[in-house]
């Protein structure tokens, strides 16, 4: 019989799209070959010319670029114009699944502790709020990244 775990009865998150989650320090955001595709087609260029212009390799793959704000490094496609007062996704869309995924990462969901250690580090001002996600939502998202 498998442990069950600690956030069997779901947790709650809504996304107030405050961009803390893609700023701060220096970091990456991997990406797959497929989700650089759908990420250059949304913004209308070639995948070489994509890669060029926003993303960075590294040696684990290929990262979104960051630019230095009075934020911290945000994502290349945070855009805090738009909406004044909000940080959205510039490519929602096509947005990486590391991206789709948060605040569900297995590391965010070892311990109870974890879980409200992020909450305070992000800050994510959603995570706690907001309509609950079930187990099984959470277990999708969670097991989505490698």
């Not at 998150?13 to 961009?19: D, M, P, S, V």
């Not at 569900?104 to 800050?123: C, G, H, M, Y």
Request: aromatic share 10%.
């Amino acid at each position: 019989m498998t442990e069950q775990e600690w956030y069997a009865q779901g947790l709650r998150f809504a996304c107030t799209q405050c961009g803390n989650c893609c700023t701060g320090p220096e970091g990456a955001v991997w990406f797959s070959e497929e989700e650089g595709q759908a990420m250059a087609k949304s913004v209308g260029l070639e995948h070489e010319t994509f890669l060029r212009r926003y993303a960075r390799k590294l040696k684990r793959g290929w990262s979104l670029k960051e630019h230095k704000t009075e934020h911290g490094f945000d994502c290349v496609f945070l855009d805090r114009e738009t909406m004044p007062g909000k940080a959205i996704c510039s490519l929602y869309d096509a947005r990486p699944q590391q991206c789709r995924t948060w605040p569900f990462w297995k590391e965010n969901l070892e311990t109870p502790q974890a879980w409200e250690s992020v909450k305070k580090a992000t800050p994510c001002p959603g995570m706690g709020k907001g309509s609950l996600v079930s187990i099984e939502s959470i277990r999708i998202q969670r097991d989505a990244l490698p």
